[in-house]
């Protein structure tokens, strides 16, 4: 009964490969979030959707496309990628009028050779 | 913008004494959520504590309690009793009200040794 699931746990790719990292959440939230945590650690938001509208961008380059199908998944594609996107990313959700109050998944790790 | 800032880098303590790990924030906003986060080494973020800015009085949460100032813009997390499983980064957070994103720190990694 995981609450916020990724799949996969560990992605190992080379420079100029497309991949995608999938969400899901069994919670009944309405939105969700991708963050990004960098090799010092570092965590922050990239995208937000509500209801599959997307809300936030945080200037993430034009490579990596959220898609959202339906409330429960937000799907991060990611084009022609590059050695700065390793990293671990994290998705969450919670539900609108609530956003202070995010569950995360247990995140995404990968790695670009 | 908002910016949040850990100073410590790193800590640690032996098993069950108190540790107290600093946070400091700056915004321009009046209402607004501030939130302790606990990364262990399996990586899940967990929610420790969270705090309304409107509240005066601070956030506990069993072992976990919360120095919130907020003229200071401080918000210090206080582990008691601390336990080998308390071991993990931890990472100071701020949300603006009605906003959904989640501003963090820089984290700080605390060992309890054994």
């Known amino acids: 009964d995981t609450a916020v699931s990724q799949t996969p746990k560990y992605l190992v790719t080379q420079m100029g490969n497309d991949k ?3 969400c899901e959440q069994n919670l009944g939230h309405d939105t969700m979030y991708w963050y990004k945590q960098d090799s010092k650690k570092f965590l922050k938001i990239m995208f937000s959707y509500n209801n599959k509208e997307l809300i936030i961008n945080e200037t993430v380059p034009n490579r990596f496309s959220p898609k959202s199908p339906d409330k429960a998944h937000l799907n991060l594609h990611i084009n022609s990628l ?3 996107d390793s990293a671990v990313y994290f998705c969450a959700s919670s539900l609108r009028g609530q956003q202070e109050t995010q569950y995360f998944g247990p995140g995404t790790r990968l790695l670009v050779l | 913008a908002q910016t949040v800032t850990q100073s410590q880098p790193e800590m640690s ?12 924030y700056d915004t321009s906003e009046n209402n607004y959520y501030l939130f302790w986060y606990k990364q262990p080494p399996s990586r899940q973020m967990i929610l420790v504590i969270r705090q309304e800015a409107y509240k005066q ?3 506990t949460e069993n072992r976990f309690s919360v120095n919130f100032q907020k003229a200071a813009k401080s918000f210090s997390l206080k ?3 601390s336990q080998l499983g308390d071991t993990a980064m931890y990472f100071c957070a701020f949300m603006k009200q009605g906003a959904q994103k989640l501003v963090f720190g ?8 054994p």
Request: glycine share 6%; charged share 20%.
């Open chain 2, 79 to 81: 582990i008691s009793d």
């Open chain 2, 13 to 24: 303590v032996q098993e069950a004494e108190t540790v107290t790990l600093s946070c400091t």
């Open chain 2, 57 to 59: 009085q601070n956030a």
């Open chain 1, 20 to 22: 995608s990292i999938k």
């Open chain 2, 106 to 113: 820089q984290g700080t990694r605390l060992t309890i040794n």
């Open chain 1, 82 to 84: 590059e050695l700065g």
